[in-house]
């Protein structure tokens, strides 16, 4: 018996594949950027951000971090050619709300000792100003030799209005 996640996968992609017309794009994002924001589900990238179907790549993570996300920045820029980075954290973040020792005690309480010990030594990531860990997050891009060239910019996306404004 399938979930109601999976249903709504099966049912969705059912409607979108018998319109799609655009299995013709190529691999690289065509206007060469990438995207860095939250997993988040009340943010939608492509129509809060504008991004048309193979335009960029989106990389979502909890909090948008950018050490989270590095691994897949590089693959987008060294192999696929990206030339831009668009961070953009968002108000009401989940990362806001909490520190390492809460989340290590949430799974020791909820999963117990074995679980515990499995997520023992990873760090979350959690942030308490908003704004503070766009800059952090820009001037931590910008300080890798990787990413000499490559042009960053911070934002925060307000879950509220939809709107962006630019941090850095």
Do not use: C, M
């Given at each position: 018996m399938s979930s109601s996640?999976?249903?709504?996968?099966?049912?969705?992609?059912?409607a979108y594949a018998a319109s799609f017309t655009q299995g013709h794009l190529a691999l690289p994002p065509s206007q060469k950027y990438a995207v860095l924001t939250c997993m988040d589900a009340r943010i939608d990238p492509a129509a809060a951000?504008?991004?048309?179907?193979?335009?960029?790549?989106?990389?979502?993570?909890?909090?948008?971090?950018?050490?989270?996300a590095f691994r897949s920045l590089v693959i987008s820029q060294q192999l696929l050619g990206t030339t831009e980075i668009l961070l953009v954290k968002h108000t009401g973040c989940g990362m806001l709300t909490f520190d390492d020792d809460t989340a290590h005690g949430l799974v020791k309480k909820n999963k117990g000792e074995a679980a515990?010990?499995?997520?023992?030594?990873?760090?979350?990531?959690?942030?308490?100003?908003l704004e503070e860990k766009v800059k952090e997050d820009v001037e931590w891009l910008k300080s890798k030799a990787v990413e000499e060239g490559v042009r960053v910019t911070g934002?925060?996306?307000e879950v509220e209005t939809g709107r962006v404004r630019k941090v850095v």
């Open positions: 996640a999976e249903q709504n996968l099966v049912d969705g992609n059912k951000f504008n991004i048309p179907l193979g335009a960029a790549h989106v990389i979502r993570n909890a909090g948008a971090s950018a050490r989270d515990a010990k499995e997520v023992e030594n990873i760090d979350f990531l959690t942030f308490p100003v934002w925060i996306y």
